[in-house]
T-cell receptor, first 112, second 111 residues
Framework: KQEVTQIPAALSVPEGENLVLNCSFT??????LQWFRQDPGKGLTSLLL?????REQTSGRLNASLDKSSGRSTLYIAASQPGDSATYLC???????????FGQGTELSVKP | DAGITQSPRYKITETGRQVTLMCHQT?????MFWYRQDLGHGLRLIYY???????DKGEVPDGYVVSRSKTENFPLTLESATRSQTSVYFC??????????FGNGTRLTVT
């Protein structure tokens, strides 16, 4: 059974700092991995989608990497801003269009 | 506007009542999902659908019923609501290689 773990559960950093969020999964036979952002009281917004054949994806200040063999993904946020404060979740998919298994999320707070 | 819409946004119901949560998407995505989000449990899949008239159970399906007669709609029904079904419910949709798109959720309270 696939299990997804995110460490740390919460993180507080000063504005401008570069930071890394970690995601690990137990079964390396994944189809894709997605990173989401969730603001309080809102739904989830997709940030980056990495297919199993890819090593990384970038969008603006965000970079996500995938290492299937070690069962790990990282989300790198450059030059963090207070507006980046949210909960970040990673999720792995086992087949095309398939259900995702979510981690518990990392709650990020960026202090001005 | 294209997107995924859930209704109602908030719902309070009594134990034993039947309640239906609605989900509508305008992308014509093949896949649709219902998740519930609870403190300490994260997001858990209730039911999913690969196409109209094709549905399957997720991790926590007991007490729930779904249908998908049209591609764009995927309602979730709680047949006889229980307090343990108090939660935030999220509908989502995707296509084969697209990211998962979520609605804004329905906050359900069962008293």
């Amino acid at each position: 059974k696939q299990e997804v773990t995110q460490i740390p559960a919460a993180l507080s950093v000063p504005e401008g700092e570069n930071l890394v969020l970690n995601c690990s999964f137990t079964d390396s036979a994944i189809y894709n991995l997605q990173w989401f952002r969730q603001d309080p009281g809102k739904g989830l917004t997709s940030l980056l989608l990495i297919q199993s054949s890819q090593r990384e994806q970038t969008s603006g200040r965000l970079n996500a990497s995938l290492d299937k063999s070690s069962g790990r993904s990282t989300l790198y946020i450059a030059a963090s801003q207070p507006g980046d404060s949210a909960t970040y979740l990673c999720a792995v998919g086992g087949w095309v269009g398939g259900k995702l298994i979510f981690g518990q999320g990392t709650e990020l707070s960026v202090k001005p | 506007d294209a997107g995924i819409t859930q209704s109602p946004r908030y719902k309070i119901t009594e134990t034993g009542r039947q309640v239906t949560l609605m989900c509508h998407q305008t992308w014509s995505h093949s896949y649709m999902f219902w998740y519930r989000q609870d403190l300490g449990h994260g997001l858990r899949l209730i039911y999913y659908s690969a196409a109209a008239d094709i549905t399957d159970k997720g991790e926590v399906p007991d007490g729930y019923v779904v249908s998908r007669s049209k591609t764009e709609n995927f309602p979730l029904t709680l047949e006889s609501a229980t307090r343990s079904q108090t939660s935030v419910y999220f509908c989502a949709s995707s296509d084969s290689n697209s990211p998962l798109h979520f609605g804004n959720g329905t906050r359900l309270t069962v008293t």
